[in-house]
């Protein structure tokens, strides 16, 4: 069974604190690692796709690492509109549905 | 980035009644479309997952029979409610695969609907 655990569960930082939030995973075949940006009563927005250890991508303040075993997604510089909660997620080669496996997420909070 | 529509965004029902939520790939053929709940402050959790063209695969513990999933076009999805109780509130979030728009597995998702059965 695809397991994430995603840490911290909330993060309060000031205005252009870098910081890092971490996405440990456990999956049979890794298809896929995403990660994903969720405001308050609204659907997850897209952000990254990682497919294989060691590949890194960006977007603006953001940034997302894999290994083997977790991702990063660092922050750099963050405004107060990066607050949210920042989502990860898992799709494995295993049978079954080909659905996500998502954690929890990690409620980010820029204050000005 | 692809857009996938969801309606209504917000709904109520009476207990023991019906409602459908439509989820629609504005943009882009989805084969494969997903349906999530999610409630307070917790993960999302996939319910089912819907193939167009044949019947979707139920996630463990998933009343298939209850929560009644047509994926009759490559843009559109729909998840019918049936007999709605109050436990079934939730937010409903639907999902798409777009297999042709440059990487091979980009997901996106819809705005969501909130459900709350009175």
């Known amino acids: 069974e695809d397991q994430v655990t995603q840490s911290p569960e909330a993060l309060r930082l000031q205005e252009g604190e870098s910081s890092s939030l971490n996405c440990s995973y456990t999956v049979s075949g890794l298809r896929g690692l995403f990660w994903y940006r969720q405001d308050p009563g609204k659907g997850p927005e897209f952000l990254f796709t990682?497919?294989?250890a060691g590949e890194e991508k960006e977007k603006e303040r953001l940034k997302a690492t894999l290994t083997k075993k977790e991702s990063f997604l660092h922050i750099t510089a963050p405004k107060p509109e990066d607050s949210a909660t920042y989502l990860c997620a898992v799709q494995g080669a295993g049978g079954g549905a080909d659905g996500l496996t998502f954690g929890k997420g990690t409620h980010l909070i820029i204050q000005p | 980035g692809a857009v996938v529509s969801q309606h209504p965004s917000r709904v109520i029902c009476k207990s023991g009644t019906s409602v459908k939520i439509e989820c629609r790939s504005l943009?882009?053929?989805?084969?494969?479309m997903f349906w999530y709940r999610q409630f307070p402050k917790q993960s999302l959790m996939l319910m089912a997952t819907s193939n167009e063209g044949s019947k979707a695969t139920y996630e463990q513990g998933v009343e298939k029979d209850k929560f009644l999933i047509n994926h009759a076009s490559l843009t559109l999805s729909t998840l019918t409610v049936t007999s709605a109780h109050p436990e079934d509130s939730s937010f409903y979030i639907c999902?798409?695969?777009?297999?042709?728009?440059?990487?091979?597995?980009?997901?996106?998702f819809g705005e969501g609907s909130w459900l709350t059965v009175v």
């Open positions: 990682l497919y294989s």
């Open positions: 999902s798409a695969r777009d297999i042709l728009r440059g990487l091979p597995n980009t997901i996106y």
């Open positions: 943009d882009f053929q989805a084969t494969t």
